[in-house]
């Protein structure tokens, strides 16, 4: 008997159908590691035009979290397809490592600087605490399948980058965007230090909303401003805020002069309030109407002198824009140490600021019935005083949204200080910049919105810190003019020289004589340290003009929604003040990680998805293919349920891999390849339909459009592969002749496609297309990653069968399966192979299935399959849903060939083969099979 097995079983290849990511994935990491994957590339890609994706550099503090690896899959995703599109494509990673998180760390560990500790020994600290957590995130960002320059990243506290943030500022400095000034900014109390907006997020807040009572000073001016006084009673202007602690510090009173004000008898007393707000603030004393005595434009009321509330001094009426009535009493407490719009108006009108906050957030002495008492617990010190003077009017609770500190999370202040600004204003920067935006590429298209609207916005930009852990703004001010020193732009470079060598204690260590000789008595050594936003603004001018392989400006950045206000924005602002060109010509923007109802990723509600268990549990490639699989220009939601699908998908991927390398046994390209247009015409659709697709998938890669690739490849391993093609082939290589053209066909056009599909993946699915690329018949010594997009042949005839016509017959194929299944499911039927089909047809049709003569069989899947006239349908069929199609299905009533299951008339024919179909006695001892169409 002849062994009647199929001509080509499974190989048990490495490449098998459990992919066991977990414990396969460190190991590939190894050999990249050993193999200098990445030089490779480089080296590969040496002198080819460049795409430079500038890393925006993550907080070296605490672990990477799920939001951390959406950053880095997509930023790697990006340069490893361009990399495939024949793209020198490096990428440096790098980590912004000063600032207060790493500072408040530190103090746990050793104590706060100057008392515990000293300075010095802190600065050491922090930076031994910043390196360990740079090496615990690389680890994971490795292992998460990013390829970079990992042994040469940069950080920010390099003593070359941090000299290169000093030349940065006496770069802006020179150009003439520097200015010192002692305006209202953003200050935490707790780490008494100024914040920049990037540095603020509003949470909801409950606080003390009260109405106060400031009592007119001058009835007899007050009269003739409004032609009379009627009513009685005393006479107060009202104002209304929920900051009660800013009180002591109240200079003037503003009103818009463009709104109407109304004298208002309200019970015993007459108050004055915007008109249009009357109502709702009586209601606010419980009183359901007062009587209008009089009404004044608020022009009228400039000057006149009211009562501070508890302090025996008059404060004016002044007239500001600011004042809405969208809330309150159209009067607004004004007190230019504690507002910006209060600073401006009070700037208007001569009134300076008091100053009577320290850094800690306490009242200073000399500040009268407050001194010593703190910002955060003073209110109700202020609402008794109030109650007691008999100015209160009215007290409640109000729940808010209130600026905080984004790394302490507590409330923060306004406060007046003498601080350093990137003037938005001066040598209109700001108009520069906003000429930068609009020739800049934003995606998706609302990130332009959003920076517009954050520029809309942005007052000059606070860059000095009073912080320890921090790059020094290295100037030299003199003692009477506050003026820069005349040779800043020399003395600038000068330290940078030194701190390149030792860092910033080189700054914070020097002696001024040292630089400035006898002149450095009339000078002043500034001691404040810079924002880190300056620091990761200007990697621009510390990577990207300092790099080799990098250049000015970036091809793109890559960041989180939130980045609008911070990294984007901090970048364009340097970039216009140093270059006056921004350092990006696109902008790439993706949403935060949610659960699977939309909720914000929280340890407190327990939802938090952690990378690291993630590639435990399911390997990187399935987090990965998460990534690319969701719409990431919105809010991404994960959850368990969710990967799991995503694992649930990823295993039909890897199948519909395995299942082509699997049959690819025995092949050799350079020997075994057929022709394009001598391939049996299913196996050249097959590859024109490959090849169609990779145009669909490149250019969604090009357009950053990864779940679209998903998608695609997804529907194609399911519908055009399994659904369709793989399955049809099955017979044609498990039983004809090893070397025949049926079997070689199908081989070749598996190859093409398993080419192409290796690289498609491979910027997803980076580990999985490394295994795959292993097991690809021909000269694959070097990586995939080195590989440039498949290149399909193109035919030079038409097929026999075009691309539309396949598609009826794939429609045809699956009405035929539903109508299988459902008579198996009745138990009429076993397996396809036991059913004989009769399809009844249309004309068009019937044209159509005709061409494929006794492959139709083959194509369905069934023993035997004839065309008939759909005029002529018998009583025992199917109706369809595929236009002019049913379908009759019966049991066969011949032998099953034990070779090819098939069952046919013939089988036991041949007296030495009796178990066998004619087909089969052909193929396994005569000349083999001749296939001409599919």
């Known amino acids: 008997m002849t062994d009647y097995k199929p001509t080509l079983n499974l190989p048990a290849t490495p490449f098998a159908m459990k992919a066991n990511l977990a414990n396969r994935e460190p190991q590939t990491l190894q050999k990249w ?32 979290h799920i939001g951390h690896s959406v950053n880095k899959i997509l930023k790697d995703i990006i340069i490893k397809a361009k990399t495939l599109s024949g793209y020198d494509a490096p990428y440096v990673p790098g980590w912004d490592c000063h600032g207060l998180p790493i500072e408040h760390n530190v103090e746990k560990k050793v104590g706060k600087a100057g008392a515990k500790v000293d300075v010095k020994t802190f600065r050491k600290k922090c930076r031994e605490y910043a390196a360990k957590q740079v090496e615990g995130q690389k680890r994971d960002f490795i292992r998460l399948g990013v390829l970079g320059d990992w042994d040469n990243p940069y950080l920010t506290m390099d003593f070359k980058f941090e000299a290169d943030i000093i030349r940065a500022l006496g770069r802006i400095a020179e150009n ?9 900014v953003y200050w935490s109390v707790v780490g008494g230090s100024a914040l920049a907006e990037a540095e603020v997020e509003y949470q909801d807040k409950t606080s003390n909303s009260i109405y106060v009572r400031y009592p007119v000073a001058d009835q007899e001016d007050f009269a003739k401003r409004l032609g009379g006084l009627e009513g009685a009673g005393n006479v107060s202007v009202v104002i209304w805020t929920t900051t009660p602690w800013t009180l002591p510090a109240s200079q003037a009173v503003s009103v818009n002069a463009e709104l109407d004000y109304v004298l208002v008898q309200a019970g015993g007393e007459r108050i004055l309030v915007a008109e249009a707000l009357y109502e ?5 004393v419980e009183l359901e109407e007062g009587k209008v005595l009089a009404r004044v434009a608020g022009r009228v009321l400039e000057g006149l002198q009211l009562a501070h509330p508890f302090y025996s001094k008059t404060l004016p009426v002044i007239l500001g824009d600011h004042v809405t009535t969208d809330a309150g009493t159209g009067c607004v407490h004004t007190a230019p140490d504690h507002g910006m719009e209060d600073f ?42 109030l109650t007691e003077r008999g100015a209160l009017w009215s007290h409640s609770k109000i729940t808010h949204s209130y600026p905080h500190c984004w790394r302490t999370k507590t409330p923060l202040i306004f406060r007046a200080t003498p601080q350093w600004f990137v003037s938005m204003q001066q040598n209109g920067l700001l108009d520069s910049v906003r000429g930068a935006v609009e020739k800049v590429k934003w995606i998706p298209d609302w990130g332009r919105a959003r920076i517009d609207g954050m520029l809309d916005s942005s007052p ?6 009073q912080r320890t852990w921090g790059v020094p703004i290295a100037l030299f001010v003199h003692k009477d003019t506050q003026e820069l020193h005349p040779n800043t732009v020399a ?138 699989a969701t719409d990431f220009s919105a809010e991404m939601s994960v959850s368990d349920e969710i990967l799991k699908r995503t694992a649930d998908s990823y295993r039909r991927i890897r199948n519909t891999a395995r299942f082509m390398l699997s049959n690819l046994s025995g092949f050799e390209p350079a020997e075994h390849q ?18 169609q697709l990779q145009k669909e998938i490149l250019k969604a890669y090009d357009n950053y459009q990864f779940h679209q690739i998903y998608q695609k490849l997804h529907n194609f391993c399911v519908v055009d592969m399994g659904g369709f093609y793989l399955d049809i082939i099955k017979d044609r290589q498990y039983t004809t002749q090893a070397n025949s053209l049926a079997r070689r066909s199908a081989q070749t056009a598996l190859h093409h496609i398993v080419e192409a599909f290796a690289r498609w993946v491979a910027p997803i699915l980076s580990f999985t297309a490394d295994e795959m690329w292993e097991f690809i018949p021909g000269d694959h010594s070097q990586p995939v990653f080195v590989a440039e997009w498949y290149k399909f042949p193109e035919p030079a005839v038409e097929n026999a069968i075009s691309t539309q016509e396949w598609v009826r017959i794939a429609e045809v194929k699956t009405a035929v399966n539903k109508v299988l299944e459902a008579r198996r499911a009745a138990g009429e039927l076993g397996a396809s192979l036991s059913a004989e089909v009769t399809l009844f047809v249309d004309t068009e049709l019937e044209r159509i299935l005709a061409k494929l003569q006794d492959e139709l069989r083959f194509v369905l899947i069934t023993s035997k399959a004839m065309l008939m006239p759909l005029a002529e349908t018998g009583a025992e069929v199917d109706t369809t849903e595929v236009a002019g199609l049913k379908v009759m299905a019966v049991k066969s009533a011949h032998a099953k060939c034990g070779r090819c299951w098939h069952f046919r008339a013939d089988v036991g024919a041949h007296a030495e083969h009796s178990e066998l179909c004619g087909r089969c006695v052909e193929n396994v001892s005569g000349a083999g099979e001749v296939r001409h169409y599919a």
């Open 460 to 465: 000059d930009w606070c860059i000095s810190r």
């Open 491 to 628: 003395l600038v470079e000068q330290v940078a020289e030194r701190v390149e060598k030792a860092g910033m204690d080189a700054w914070f260590d020097l002696d001024a004589t040292e630089l400035l000789g006898a002149e450095a008595r009339d000078y002043t050594k500034v001691v404040d340290t810079l924002d880190v936003w300056f620091d990761s603004g200007v990697t621009h001018f510390a990577v990207l003009n300092r790099r080799e392989e990098l250049q000015y400006p970036a091809d793109l950045y890559l960041e989180g929604s939130d980045q609008h206000r911070g990294w984007f924005q901090s970048s364009l602002k340097t970039a216009m003040a140093i270059n006056n060109a921004a350092p990006y010509k696109a902008v790439l923007t993706h949403g935060f990680t949610v659960d699977e109802n939309g909720r914000k990723m929280s340890k407190s509600i327990g939802n938090v998805i952690p990378p690291q268990k993630v590639m435990n549990d399911l390997g990187a490639d399935v987090l990965r293919l998460w990534v690319a």
């Open 176 to 184: 003439g965007h520097l200015v010192r000034g002692f305006k209202p």
């Open 33 to 64: 590691t050993d193999g200098k994957l990445y030089e490779t590339i480089r080296k590969a890609r040496a002198g080819a035009e460049k795409f430079i994706l500038h890393d925006g550099p993550p907080y070296a503090n605490g672990d990477i």
């Open 280 to 284: 709702s603030v009586l209601k606010q």
């Open 674 to 691: 057929v022709p394009v247009d001598e391939l049996l015409a299913l196996d050249r659709w097959a590859v024109e339909r490959a090849s």
């Open 344 to 385: 401006v108006v009070g700037q208007a009108n001569g009134i300076g600021t008091l100053n009577y906050i320290d850094d800690n957030g306490n009242y200073r002495p000399q500040v009268e019935h407050f001194a010593g008492d703190h910002v955060y617990k003073v209110d109700d010190k202020v609402i008794a005083l």
